[in-house]
């Protein structure tokens, strides 16, 4: 039995039968069979099914708001977000899905006809996380979709109830039976599903470990996965940022969501003529988080989504200490955070030393490290010293300088004066231990698809 336990309270939320062998069976079955139909079916029917769908999952949106935050402890006032997300991304790819899935004309040649198509792959298993559920799975679950393919849906044990939502959209749209399905999976059955002959592609989101698992499996096999993995993201702020509107944006992509978001602001770099007021500035919105029951409307900081997690990040954060940083959040001024529970106060270290935990690995939680800088060259060698490579940002009134620097970055997703934020016009990428492949944008549709060349000889 896969049991949900609540950060919020502590109780078993949910439970759901892990799928059996017979079951995994039966379902892939019915994805390869239904994904033979839904392959001819053509595009602009296949959207008008996902605009049907965006329709019913706004009309839930309340309901879904409110799981999200006893499955996963978001407060409930930043909950709706993730609905207006993913409608946001659903129904942009549908919206280009006409365009991304076209025949591509490669020019005229006498006697002949020739074009490129993107075909299905075939069925896609979807492995999601529980950090932004919704999210996550959006990503590939609709666009695989709309390119023809039948998609089976595997969410995290921690937010099984956003998988059967999906499934309740998808048949109030009509979606035919089989073209889209969940299963609750332990971890060696997910690893079996990946095996099956009857899976055609994966699309894994999780951490560093479980994407080399992945891999590891499906390499046995020729199939394609998309792997979007962890982040450890860095910001720089630079000598002529505007400093009040940079200091809110930092702080907010660096603890929203409890800091649970792989391109979250963990490692922000600061030029030294305004270290000292970003300090200042980061330390005073730092201490004004109200850490609480996610349910509160006052709730600004929610629980991490389990005990272990907030332990671990404990241990992160001393170790950053011990190795230079400074605290400057007192975790007395936050009652209800105490070790042995999700409750977790917020942390910044100041002059974090660039070897320290905070500035090297993926923290996961409500921490940041805050360096000092002397120039935009020693910015770019220490935003790039570090395994992960999924966002930047730079916070600058110089466009052109800005532009130089991103160019220089090792990184999926450059922003200038913003953060963490994914606009599905935009491939959305990770290099390095971030992962490979691409989700969204008319990109998106190329790895969800499969390039077949027609080579026709015409005769009269």
Not at 234 to 257: K, M, Q, S
Request: hydrophobic letters at 45%; aromatic letters at 8%; glycine letters at 8%.
């Amino acid at each position: 039995m896969l049991k949900t336990i609540s950060p919020v309270d502590g109780r078993v939320y949910v439970e759901r039968p892990a799928a059996t062998a017979t079951e995994i069976d039966a379902t892939l079955q019915r994805a390869q069979a239904a994904q033979r139909h839904w392959r001819g079916v053509p595009v602009p029917e296949r959207a008008a099914i996902m605009e049907r769908f965006c329709a019913a999952f706004e009309v839930r949106g309340a309901e879904i708001a409110a799981e999200l935050s006893w499955q996963m402890g978001r407060p409930s006032r930043y909950a709706p977000n993730e609905v207006r997300g993913m409608l946001e991304r659903a129904r942009y790819m549908t919206s280009i899905a006409g365009e991304a899935l076209a025949d591509i004309e490669v020019g005229p040649k006498p006697g002949f006809h020739r074009f490129l198509r993107r075909e299905p792959l075939g069925v896609v298993f979807t492995v999601a996380a529980w950090n932004y559920p919704y999210l996550i799975a959006v990503n590939s679950v609709v666009p695989a979709l709309l390119a023809g393919n039948a998609v089976v849906l595997k969410h995290s044990a921690q937010t099984p109830l956003c998988a059967e939502r999906y499934a309740e959209c998808f048949t109030a749209a009509g979606l035919p039976a089989g073209v889209f399905q969940v299963l609750h999976l332990e971890h060696a059955d997910t690893e079996r599903v990946i095996r099956d002959s009857r899976v055609d592609f994966v699309a894994f989101t999780g951490s560093v470990a479980g994407g080399h698992a992945v891999q590891r499996v499906a390499a046995e096999r020729f199939i394609g996965v998309g792997l979007e993995l962890g982040g450890c993201d860095p910001v720089y702020v630079r000598h002529d940022a505007d400093l009040a509107h940079a200091t809110l944006n930092i702080v907010d992509g660096a603890y929203f969501n409890s800091g649970q978001s792989c391109c979250g602001m963990q490692r922000i770099y600061v030029h030294e003529s305004v270290y000292e007021r970003f300090a200042a500035g980061a330390t005073e919105l730092v201490r004004q988080y109200t850490l609480g029951n996610p349910l509160d409307a006052a709730t600004t900081l929610g629980p991490v989504v389990r005990s272990s997690a907030a332990d671990a990040i404990r241990a992160q954060v001393q170790s950053s200490i011990k190795a230079g940083a400074r605290p400057v959040i007192d975790e007395r001024a936050f009652t209800l955070s105490k070790p042995g529970t999700p409750y977790l106060a917020p942390q910044l270290l100041l002059d974090a030393p660039p070897t320290s935990t905070v500035m090297r690995e993926e923290i996961f939680g409500p921490v940041a490290g805050v360096m000092k800088v002397s120039s935009d060259s020693e910015a770019v060698a220490l935003m790039n010293d570090n395994a992960f490579g999924l966002t930047a940002a730079v916070w600058s009134r110089d466009e052109a300088a800005a532009l130089a620097i991103g160019d220089q970055l090792q990184t999926g997703t450059f922003f200038l004066n913003r953060c963490d934020y994914l606009d599905p016009a935009l491939a959305w990428v990770g290099v390095k231990d971030s992962g490979r492949g691409c989700t969204l944008s008319v990109i998106g549709y190329e790895h969800l698809t499969r390039p077949k060349s027609f080579h026709l000889r015409v005769t009269t």
